[in-house]
């Protein structure tokens, strides 16, 4: 099939000075100081998160951040002494915050170096910002500050072509300002946002910028920050394949090199270790405070779902990645939208969390809904502020310890934004379903055919 063409099955037809090219709307190519609606949204949208992204960087730069601050610390360290490879060898022990506890697992005496290769190389970096003088602290959660800049415009972008354009620049600025991102991004110190950004990118690049090479590298640069995207992989694979043979090869073989180049080093050197603490991971285990598992317990029976050593979890990785590929099969059109149900739903569906883990669906959640997705973000992000306000002592923050502790009155409050996530999940599966062909604004452009793809095809909707 033609790459140029809309995978969607328009038919042909022939509409004077109007250019339909694989569901691209080519007037994202005005610029941003054009005084088009498009080019004002993306000027007001760069203010908001100037503003939101200054109020995290100073957050960052003040304070020292959650006990995962100072894991990645100790992960720098051992970066430093054992390189990138050498770093899945060494044994971290844990500090003496969890000793005084009496039910510990394993993982609370030591910590796992439980993050894939690319992790390494980005600790080599913070490493060398911290010998010029930058705090660790703020060094390490620059990147995923960082991210939620490029994540805003990547919401917008990808929802003015298939939404209204108020709902797309109201869903970016929203993003902007959500509070989970603000209590992730800019204290707690992890790596989520940044997958997320990159999965976004991946879609974006893939979808609506037709470019399967760069799409193919983001995403590998993805699962090198986590192994979580691997649940959209499949979808993009099958939308890529309906595109085109071309299109599916670029993205394979981009894929394909860059793991090849940077996961082979770990995979022949330190199988052993990699294998036991990345690939064989299963989340923070202690008792369930999030979702299924939650209910579980609840109910007397936690093994249903809390069990980490049964297949259970791959099940989990199952569902939520076969169902949104087979959609894409059906109605690649809806690729964006089933990438971003695969996220929510192992958010939606995961027995293991982390109060970091609210950040997988933060943003996914506005392709599918834009008024659950506030909802979630709402009650999600006060309910984190809630968390590390009583962990830190009240205002204001410095350093936050034990959040895997949470009072009762907190588990059910993690319970109703687990179902608020739900509905967020349910919002997009009727979306989905009502949507039986792509949206006029999705395939409808008035503006002169891109340079890089091949000759456009001119098409137009079938007249309603």
């Known amino acids: 099939m033609d790459w140029a063409r809309p995978v969607s099955g328009i038919r042909r037809g022939v509409v004077r000075d109007e250019v339909v090219t694989a569901g691209v ?43 995962d601050v100072a894991r990645w610390g100790a992960f720098a360290r051992g970066v430093a002494h054992a390189g990138p490879v050498g770093v899945y060898r060494l044994h971290f022990r844990a500090v003496p915050l969890f000793s005084h506890h009496h039910h510990l697992h394993h ?17 080599s970096l913070v490493n060398a910002a911290t010998q010029r003088g930058v705090s660790f602290p703020l060094a390490i959660r620059v990147p995923a500050i960082s991210a939620d800049v490029v994540t805003c ?33 800019g204290y707690h110190g992890n790596t989520d946002p940044v997958f997320i950004m990159l999965s976004l990118l991946s879609v974006y690049l893939l979808v609506d910028r037709r470019t399967p090479g760069l799409a193919g590298l983001s995403i590998a ?28 090869l670029r993205f394979v073989l ?29 989340g923070t285990g202690g008792r369930p405070r999030w979702g299924l598992a939650k209910l579980a317990a609840i109910i007397g029976h936690p093994s249903w779902v809390t069990n980490h050593g049964t297949p ?16 894409v099969l059906r109605r690649p059109w809806l690729v964006v939208e089933a990438s971003a149900l695969g996220l929510v739903g192992l958010l939606a569906l995961t027995p293991a969390f982390g109060m970091q883990y609210l950040a997988w669906a933060a943003v996914p959640a506005y392709l599918l809904s834009f008024g659950s997705a506030t909802a979630f973000n709402s009650f999600g992000g006060f309910l984190l502020i809630e968390i590390y306000n009583r962990a830190s002592g009240g205002f204001p923050w410095y350093h936050t ?29 009727r979306r989905i379903i009502r949507t039986r062909r792509p949206p006029p604004t999705m395939v409808h452009a008035q503006s002169r055919p891109l340079a890089t793809p091949p000759q456009a095809v001119r098409e137009t909707l079938p007249s309603s």
């Open 25 to 67: 709307d080519t007037s994202t190519r005005l610029g941003w100081t054009s005084f088009s609606p498009i080019g004002r949204c993306r000027a007001a949208l760069a203010v908001v998160v100037m503003f939101a992204t200054v109020g995290k960087l100073v957050l960052a730069a003040r304070t020292f951040g959650t006990g």
């Open 107 to 123: 993982h609370h005496h030591y910590w796992l170096y439980n993050h894939p290769p690319l992790i390494g190389y980005m600790l």
């Open 153 to 185: 415009f990547l919401v917008l972008e990808l929802l003015r072509t298939r939404r209204s354009l108020a709902e797309a620049f109201a869903a970016a600025t929203l993003v902007a300002l959500s509070p989970i991102l603000l209590v992730i991004s």
């Open 221 to 248: 640069i993805a699962l090198g920050v986590k192994i979580v995207p691997v649940v959209i992989v499949p979808t993009l694979l099958v939308f890529a394949i309906r595109a085109g043979g071309r299109v599916a």
């Open 254 to 282: 981009s894929i394909g090199a860059l793991i090849a180049l940077t996961w082979a080093p770990v995979v022949t050197q330190v199988w052993q270790p990699f294998r036991h603490d990345v690939l064989d991971y299963g």
């Open 312 to 327: 259970g979890r791959y099940i989990t990785v199952f569902v939520v990645t076969v169902i949104p590929a087979v959609l």
């Open 401 to 429: 310890e034990l959040l895997n502790k949470t009072t009762a009155a907190e588990q059910l409050a993690l319970l109703g934004v687990w179902m608020t996530l739900v509905v967020v999940m349910i919002a997009g599966i």
